[in-house]
């Protein structure tokens, strides 16, 4: 865990970091935000859930590329297709 505060607060930060990975932060203002990831055969799957019940996801491919976004309304934006030099 890493701890901070601010002099005008008395609610100390606090991340927790696993393998690098930020898991969950709470900032200054005591609002939680948390974050997990799945490995799937094809990439990654990474969820954000804000202090406020927002999610967002983020597909990634096998190279660690985002293929897809998805924000809380539904909405999903694809990443541009790739192109391949020639």
Known sequence: MR???VPTSTITAES???DGFVRSQKDTAGITTTATR???ASGMVLT???GRGNTTTTVTDIAGRTTSVTDAA???IMAPKLRTPG
Request: proline share 0%; hydrophobic share 35%; charged share 5%.
């Open 3 to 5: 701890y901070s505060s």
């Open 16 to 18: 927790v970091v696993l």
């Open 38 to 40: 799945a490995y799937t």
């Open 48 to 50: 954000q859930t804000d």
């Open 74 to 76: 539904g909405n999903v």
